[in-house]
């Protein structure tokens, strides 16, 4: 059984891509995320392969 993650405070923000606290990444991982989130903006359908 799966738990949630702990509720991060009101200063932590949190990665939708890795979710990760984006304090934590390195630039090439906040890179490489923003670029993951950018993708998944362009095709938000068909994510299971069913279009």
Do not use: D, V, Y
């Not at 939708?16 to 390195?26: A, D, G």
């Amino acid at each position: 059984m799966m738990s949630k993650p702990p509720k991060p405070s009101s200063s932590e923000e949190i990665c939708p891509m890795c979710k990760r606290e984006k304090n934590r990444h390195t630039r090439e991982e906040m890179l490489a995320c923003s670029r993951k989130l950018q993708e998944f903006n362009k095709k938000p359908t068909g994510g299971a392969g069913i279009e």
